[in-house]
T-cell receptor, first 114, second 113 residues
Framework: GEDVEQSLFLSVREGDSSVINCTYTDSSSTYLYWYKQEPGAGLQLLTYIFSNMDMKQDQRLTVLLNKKDKHLSLRIADTQTGDSAIYFCAETPPDQTGANNLFFGTGTRLTVIP | NAGVTQTPKFRILKIGQSMTLQCTQDMNHNYMYWYRQDPGMGLKLIYYSVGAGITDKGEVPNGYNVSRSTTEDFPLRLELAAPSQTSVYFC????????????FGQGTRLTVV
């Protein structure tokens, strides 16, 4: 399977920016995603980026993609306590066997300190 | 506005018992998936379905079975529960392949003792 890596924990103060990092192994991935998981809930898609893009901005969220280094990051501006959650990076490799799979990282638990 | 609904939310099984995790979606999605999430790990795909009557294995299918008799329902069956199947199980659906948004259920926390 694919190897998607993230650091496990991140703590930031309310109002600061958060940056969550992810590295992936499949350079031919077509889509890369950020999902958010709040306590006791399922995953919710936050944003995604096509592999031919370098950056995508959506309100407080900025996604940066460095294909050369296979590095994806999610920046949350003006982090709020409601942003406390686990954030998963995921990739979709090119459809080789029809597997329709998302390969997830381990998740980064973001704690926002008031 | 139900989305993806999973039942039960929690279950404790004894080794060797069987059970079915239910999943239903009301969005008329063709694609449905079952994932398991182990502590400190990402989600792993167990089985998926691209439409009624069609299922296929994911990364970790051993010990599980699925069926897809209707578009709405995608139950996951554990025939002989083992401690290694202690995990949180998530069902998801999407209109097309996972290049579009996948909607997840709230999860079923299963403990096998």
């Amino acid at each position: 399977g694919e190897d998607v890596e993230q650091s496990l924990f991140l703590s930031v103060r309310e109002g600061d920016s958060s940056v969550i990092n992810c590295t992936y192994t499949d350079s031919s991935s077509t889509y890369l995603y950020w999902y958010k998981q709040e306590p006791g809930a399922g995953l919710q898609l936050l944003t995604y980026i096509f592999s031919n893009m370098d950056m995508k901005q959506d309100q407080r969220l900025t996604v940066l993609l460095n294909k050369k280094d296979k590095h994806l990051s999610l920046r949350i501006a003006d982090t709020q306590t409601g942003d406390s959650a686990i954030y998963f990076c995921a990739e979709t490799p090119p459809d080789q066997t029809g597997a329709n799979n998302l390969f997830f990282g381990t998740g980064t638990r973001l704690t926002v300190i008031p | 506005n139900a989305g993806v609904t999973q039942t039960p939310k929690f279950r404790i099984l004894k080794i060797g018992q069987s059970m079915t995790l239910q999943c239903t979606q009301d969005m008329n999605h063709n694609y449905m998936y079952w994932y398991r999430q182990d502590p400190g790990m990402g989600l792993k795909l167990i089985y998926y379905s691209v439409g009624a009557g069609i299922t296929d294995k994911g990364e970790v299918p051993n010990g599980y079975n699925v069926s897809r008799s209707t578009t709405e329902d995608f139950p996951l069956r554990l025939e002989l529960a083992a401690p290694s199947q202690t995990s949180v199980y998530f069902c998801a659906s999407s209109y097309e392949k996972l290049s579009t948004e996948a909607f997840f259920g709230q999860g079923t926390r299963l403990t096998v003792v």
